[in-house]
């Protein structure tokens, strides 16, 4: 069931997060740099990327951190660990003023998201935050949350976006993370998300793989017709060809402008359904000229 919390309104930044770029919060010159990088959201890492013996000063650096990488207006969010003693060290220093979202690792069920969500409100109300402003990415890392995705899609009102982490569940079902093992998952994940409102957000491959350029832009690009909406960056070089493939083209701006304008001649004339271009338009097609126009970094919903 879905906490209790009152309704907050994601913040506009939330809603265009074509590239969410990991960095580890424990190198300051990573730190240091983040925000000139041009990523949607900057995700202050406190988990894999960072060793044992230094959380716990990337924890007490956090709140400059988070500062730092906010200076653009990117969104801020910080990943946490899983496990119980280090997530409770993790929110301790994590929810603040100007951190947007905790990204939450291996998110197996709903009931998990609403310890952590209960967790976050009693420190909200502690620190005189605004209840529920902090929202949550899950990542999916483990087949076994595969069974639960609509659940945990609906766990909360904190929830905002999901994503399957390719590296820990190719491991977790002793595979590799190509196209055949990842493309199930990844639309099991897309489906749940955009059922329950939430971002989707991902590509069909492995995030480690950055070096191809090439090859990771036509995944982003197939991952965008299919529904997602943005993707995890592990390096800066691939924001720049997310913030791309994940915003309309020109010419499918120019089509839906299109639409648009003819729809609202055909809305004059009492007609519902009309031809453009040679094809029939009508309102799922007027929807998606809608959500083009909406996604449109010029249109001032980027960061």
Known sequence: M????????SPM?????????????????FVEAAHERG???????????????????SRRQLGASVAKVGR??????????????????????????????????KVDSAAWVAEIANAVSELERERN??????????????????????????????MVAMALGPEDFSAAVG???????????????LFAAR?????PLGFIGSIGAFSDTHKLRE???????????????????????????????????????????????ATAQGIGAFALDGRMVDPPVIQRARDIIATDPGAGLGV
């Open 2 to 9: 879905k906490g209790t919390i009152p309704a907050v309104e």
């Open 13 to 29: 930044s939330i809603r265009r997060w074509r590239s969410l770029l990991f960095v580890p919060s424990h190198v300051p010159r």
């Open 39 to 57: 990523a949607d959201g900057i995700i202050l890492d406190l988990e894999d990327s960072v060793p044992q013996d230094q959380k716990g000063e």
């Open 72 to 105: 653009r207006g990117a969104s801020v969010l910080v990943r946490v660990n899983r496990g119980l003693r280090a997530l409770a060290a993790d929110l301790d220093a994590a929810v603040m003023a100007g951190v947007d979202a905790l990204v939450l690792p």
């Open 129 to 158: 935050l605004p209840l529920g402003r902090i929202r949550f990415l899950a990542q999916i890392e483990t087949p076994g949350a595969l069974q639960e995705l609509s659940a945990i899609a609906s766990s909360h009102p904190r």
């Open 175 to 189: 595979g590799a993370p190509e196209l055949d093992l990842l493309l199930t998952p990844n639309l099991s994940v």
């Open 195 to 199: 059922a329950a409102g939430l971002l």
């Open 219 to 265: 995944a982003a690009e197939r991952a965008r017709r299919l529904g997602f909406a943005g993707a995890l960056a592990i390096h800066p070089n691939q924001v720049a060809i997310f913030n791309d493939a994940f915003s309309p083209s020109p010419q499918e701006l120019e089509w839906a402008r299109r639409v648009l304008a003819a729809e609202k001649d």
